[in-house]
């Protein structure tokens, strides 16, 4: 190795950096080479000099406990995610104060009686008298058969028009469902258990499993999604009917 | 010299440490909190150039670290794997772009005129007070010299010096190879031996 070469390699050799065998090369390369041990003596001063004068800083007196006040506030559990309708109605309600929001209210319902009453017109001139289709008492509905007009019912009016939107609506309600699931799982289940549904319609499995069934009507949900395809491409016999 | 000593991370205290914390022990935290907190703020202050911002960033860093208790993973020395948090937090915060980087310095304010050079010149018959101040002008030089250097120049010298840290574990921060960080440190003492080229001539007489 040539004193050129040498040098490119005290910085590491100085580190401690270098493998045994070039190492050993190097060391005695030093001891016959005055001006390479030199080279090493003014980087060892160099590197005393940076150590001990570079610039150090010591953290605040209140760097501690501004940590852990943000720890504490970290671990906090967060507060469960409002839905998009609840915090828009939320928003709008702290954003008006009390005289400002009487008015608001009522110019909001006198829109609502009028677009209802413009709806319900418009329903008793477009719609047919059906008969035949109507559930007997004590007969329960099954999801897909159509709702006549006029019939109480909680699908709104213009839905009940139309058995395809129908079958959307209740299909879009589900989804709707099925996307706040973590919502429902974390807030709504265990304050408002699965009372509904017959402990002979659950089966063995999960009723050894609490766990699964508190998730029960959600999985039936999904269970009945998986058979969307199917249910839609199903000629809509009820629609028929509703034609006849 | 001495060859530096690789230890496994099985063998390093503090990886034990991060190792009880992960098992629950708040303690262990605290003691890794403690022992690691100065050169964090140091590392920060350094790759920014900002005591507000480097402390800042030192609480994400260890935040970061209680956040991250169960994902660690003992694949190296507990401080590569901090500097290497504090890295990617340095680096994410410059690319912000909110702020340029620029030394802002606690010492009493060094003049930035042209002969500033002819006057930090060590006097051979000096007496104590100007050893002091030498002492301080060399501080303030070193600043300007490691402000000048490219960010990962500036990171692989001060993590190599300052934290001594093996090239290894310089390259694992920054992910690069150990022979990109070997010619990394040797351009970085270039710079400081040539920019310090009188003071280490002077004390070489």
């Known amino acids: ?244 | 010299m001495e060859q530096k000593e690789q230890i496994a991370p099985h063998e390093d205290p503090d990886v034990q440490l991060m190792l009880r914390f992960q098992r629950g022990s708040q303690e262990a935290f605290q003691q890794l909190f403690q022992k690691y907190t100065p050169s964090v703020v140091n590392f920060a202050f350094h790759f920014l150039g900002n005591r507000a911002r480097a402390e800042e960033i030192t609480q994400e860093v260890f935040l970061q670290v209680y956040r991250w208790q169960q994902r660690y993973e003992p694949k190296a020395k507990f401080s590569t794997w901090l500097f290497k948090i504090a890295h990617n937090h340095c680096l994410n915060e410059v690319r912000k772009g909110e702020y340029r980087v620029t030394v802002e310095s606690i010492s009493p304010k060094e003049d930035s005129d042209g002969d500033e050079r002819e006057r930090e010149l060590p006097d051979t018959h000096h007496d104590k007070g100007e050893d002091v101040l030498a002492a301080k002008q060399a501080s303030a030089r070193i600043t300007k010299i490691l402000r000048r250097l490219p960010e990962t120049q500036r990171t692989a010298l001060t993590l190599s010096r300052l934290e001594g840290l093996s090239y290894q574990e310089v390259a694992e921060v920054l992910g690069v190879t150990e022979k990109a960080v070997k010619s990394l440190v040797f351009r970085a003492t270039q710079s400081l031996k040539d920019g310090l080229k009188d003071i280490v001539d002077a004390y070489d007489l």
Request: some cysteine; overall charge negative; charged content about 25%.
């Open chain 1, 1 to 244: 190795m040539t004193c050129e070469e040498i040098r490119e390699e005290l910085v590491a050799y100085c580190d401690g950096e270098l493998p045994e065998e070039d190492r050993t090369q190097i060391t005695a390369h030093l001891s016959t080479c005055s001006a390479c041990s030199r080279e090493v003596a003014q980087l060892a001063r160099i590197n005393t000099l940076f150590i001990t004068q570079v610039e150090r800083v010591t953290p605040s007196p209140e760097f501690t406990a501004t940590f852990w006040q943000r720890l504490e506030q970290e671990k906090r559990p967060a507060p469960v995610q409002e839905g998009r309708l609840v915090r828009w109605w939320r928003e709008w309600r702290e954003s008006m104060s009390g005289w400002q929001l009487a008015p608001a209210l009522a110019g909001a319902a006198s829109i609502l009686i009028f677009f209802g009453y413009i709806v319900s017109d418009r329903g008793s001139e477009t719609t047919k008298p059906t008969t035949g289709t109507q559930s007997q008492p004590g007969q329960t509905r099954p999801i897909l058969t159509p709702v006549p007009p006029g019939q109480s019912t909680d699908v709104p009016a213009l839905v009940q028009e139309k058995l395809e939107l129908f079958v959307n609506y209740r299909v879009i309600a589900d989804l709707e469902k099925l996307s706040r699931f973590d919502e429902i799982a974390a807030v709504q289940l265990p304050e408002d258990p699965p009372m509904s549904i017959a402990e002979s319609d659950i089966p063995k499995d999960v009723l050894d499993n609490p766990g699964f069934f508190a998730n029960y009507p959600v999985l039936q949900k999904m269970e009945e999604l998986k058979n969307l395809e199917t249910v839609l491409d199903a000629p809509p016999d009820g629609d028929e009917k509703h034609r006849g």
